[in-house]
C-alpha cells in the first residue's frame, strides 16, 4: 500500500485546512486509515481514524469536535477536515493504514503508531497564532 498526503499549509489560529490521502497498490486488506501528528521533539501521536468498511471512527480528546476524518472509497482517499486550528496543532501530518487479513466485528480502532503497517510522507501544517 502506498499513501500520499497533501493539503498542509500555513493558517492562523482559528482558520481551517483539508488535509487528504490517497491510498494506492493492494488497498483491499486495509481495516482502517489513520491520521497522525509530530510535533519537533514530541512523539508521533494520533489524532483520528476511521474503519474503511464502516465509516467508525475515533479522535483524540485535543482534536475532537474541531477535526473530522471521512473517506471516499471511490477515489480511496481519506480526508482530515481540520477547523478552529490553534498553534499546538502545529506539526507534521502523517496517514497511516492498519491492515489486516479478514474481517472481524469485534475488531476496533488502534491508536497506537506501531500498529499502522504503512506510512504516508508526511504533510506540514503550521498554525500561527
Known amino acids: 500500500v502506498q499513501l500520499q498526503a497533501s493539503g498542509g499549509g500555513l493558517v492562523q489560529a482559528g482558520g481551517s485546512l483539508i488535509l487528504s490521502c490517497v491510498a494506492s497498490g493492494r488497498t483491499s486488506s486495509t481495516y482502517a486509515m489513520g491520521w497522525f501528528r509530530q510535533a519537533p521533539g514530541k512523539e508521533r501521536e494520533f489524532v483520528a481514524a476511521?474503519?474503511?468498511?464502516?465509516?467508525?471512527?475515533d479522535y483524540a480528546a485535543s482534536v475532537k469536535g474541531r477535526f473530522t476524518v471521512s473517506r471516499d472509497s471511490a477515489k480511496n482517499t481519506v480526508y482530515l477536515q481540520m477547523n478552529s486550528l490553534k498553534p499546538e496543532d502545529t506539526a507534521v501530518y502523517y496517514c497511516?493504514?492498519?491492515?489486516?487479513?479478514?474481517?472481524?466485528?469485534?475488531?476496533?480502532?488502534?491508536?497506537?503508531?506501531?500498529?499502522?503497517?504503512?506510512w504516508g510522507q508526511g504533510t506540514q501544517v503550521t498554525v500561527s497564532s
Open positions: 497511516a493504514a492498519d491492515v489486516r487479513r479478514g474481517w472481524a466485528p469485534t475488531w476496533s480502532i488502534k491508536r497506537g503508531r506501531y500498529e499502522y503497517d504503512f
Open positions: 476511521i474503519v474503511w468498511r464502516t465509516n467508525i471512527t
